[in-house]
């Protein structure tokens, strides 16, 4: 199988990558962190070119392309360490009506996430348990929610929210409520990055609607393993970008006359780098043609690719900081910006070890299949 990029994606990438560069510098994700506002000038600038539409068929307002493209976009949306809601709405809330919404409902809907003027988010946990079905306490009484999500990503900025709850019949399914109305609270919570802010959202009887296509942990976890991959091409990004950042100032800096980069025990911090990304891409890339064209192999291939590109960000984030040395610490290098947006996709949609565990189980089903 040829798990690369063709040329044209190679050349969305390309041009993806210099209009971020230009319009989505350190200073864009600094003032985020600084409690700046979400920029809707660059939100409805990616939404004219298309970005948020990517996957949205075009009867309903979308470019129509594949979930191959859109790993592409993610790659660089996480490169440049965007303080966007992107992963929020364009692969979780978009991934999940056009999973499981009816006809009509996609109709009026997912319009306006293409174009940008309706953001969306996914919630799903409800504290530091892991997400599964038996954690699910919200509420759908068949015409509103009642209950607590935490931590809702993006709560601060989004106009609705997907919302996982059991119905009177004790069954899973999914809801799309307003987060602006006055039944429901959004709480800030702190986190390790400001630039994506996470929040308490509690639903007091809001009215809300039931997505009518499909219901069950089983879509919810299909929405899962479809963000999974597009996140794991995201760290994947920001991974590179901080090889890059290492290895340049490996380069540029001087000890005792040599550069630090002709020491043994920096060389073998950017190999490990290097390997641990390469190992994260091929797997990031199986799951990408899963997502595409294998979707009985999707299940497998999003916990692999998950798993290999947490730790490979990780990786990569800590030891940038470290071939900086001292200045690695400091706030005015943009080393720190990568070390945290490692640590929370580390944790989005659940930990490493959570998705360690469910490779483990699918596995073994798999085998014994």
């Keep these: 199988m040829n798990f690369d990029f063709s040329a044209e994606q190679q050349q969305l990438r390309d041009q993806v990558r210099r209009f971020l560069e230009k319009n989505c510098t350190p200073l864009a994700v600094r003032a985020r962190l600084d409690g700046a506002p979400l920029d809707r000038s660059l939100w409805k600038s990616i939404a004219d070119l298309g970005w948020l539409g990517t996957v949205i068929p075009e009867e309903y307002g979308g470019l129509g392309l594949t979930y191959v493209d859109l790993c592409v976009i993610a790659e660089e949306i996480g490169r440049c360490v965007a303080p966007l809601p992107f992963s929020s709405s364009a692969y979780l809330a978009t991934g999940a009506i056009l999973l499981a919404a009816g006809e009509k409902q996609k109709e009026s809907w997912l319009p306006a996430l293409a174009e940008g003027s309706s953001i969306g988010t996914f919630a799903l946990s409800e504290g530091h348990t892991a997400p599964s079905a038996r954690n699910v306490t919200v509420r759908f009484d068949g015409s509103a929610l009642s209950g607590t999500k935490l931590p809702v990503i993006d709560a601060d900025c989004a106009d609705f929210a997907i919302v996982a709850a059991r119905d009177v019949h004790g069954e899973i399914v999914l809801c799309r409520v307003d987060l602006r109305q006055r039944r429901v609270t959004i709480q800030s919570l702190d986190s390790v990055d400001p630039s994506r802010p996470h ?19 089983v879509t919810v976890e299909r929405v899962i393993d479809s963000a999974a991959v597009l996140l794991s091409f995201e760290q994947i990004g920001g991974a590179q970008r901080a090889l890059e950042m290492a290895r ?21 911090k950017l190999a490990d780098m290097w390997i641990s990304i390469e190992i994260a891409r091929s797997n990031a890339y199986y799951g990408a043609w899963a997502l595409e064209n294998g979707p009985a192999e999707l299940s497998i291939a ?25 200045v690695g610490f400091t706030w005015e290098f943009d080393c720190h910006l990568y070390y945290r947006r490692a640590a929370l996709l580390g944790v989005m949609l659940g930990s490493p070890r959570i998705w360690k565990d469910r490779l483990i189980d699918r596995l073994v089903l798999s085998n014994a299949a």
Excluded: M
């Design 248 to 268: 340049d100032h490996s380069l540029q800096r001087r000890t005792f006359g040599r550069q630090i980069g002709s020491y043994q025990a920096i060389k073998h």
């Design 302 to 326: 999003a916990a692999a690719a998950r798993v290999a590109a947490c730790e490979a960000y990780w990786l990569a984030s800590k030891e940038n900081i470290q071939t900086h040395g001292g």
């Design 199 to 217: 929040s308490i959202v509690t639903f007091e009887n809001a009215p809300a609607q039931v997505l009518t296509g499909a219901s069950g942990w």
